[in-house]
């Protein structure tokens, strides 16, 4: 994942997956509303992307 859309277009996709399957998951991690812009070591955005990537990983799992 490389920015907002790219993560918004796996959500999408991964839930409709879900759906298609009638499988129950947990909802996504919800999107920073709060970040500086400096680039920090440990930005929000960087535990934005690995909770989505773990969430990935869980609904792969459900999906087989």
């Known amino acids: 994942m490389n920015s ?3 993560a918004q277009t ?3 996709e ?3 997956l879900l759906s298609q399957r ?3 998951h947990r909802p996504p991690p919800p999107v920073p509303t709060v970040c ?3 680039g ?3 930005c929000v955005w960087e535990g934005y ?3 989505l990537a773990r969430w990935r990983d869980d609904a ?3 999906l087989g």
């Open 40 to 42: 920090c070591n440990g």
């Open 4 to 6: 907002l859309a790219d």
């Open 60 to 62: 792969r799992e459900l």
């Open 14 to 16: 991964t839930e409709a």
């Open 22 to 24: 009638r499988l129950c």
């Open 36 to 38: 500086c812009g400096r």
């Open 49 to 51: 992307y690995a909770a």
């Open 10 to 12: 796996i959500v999408r």
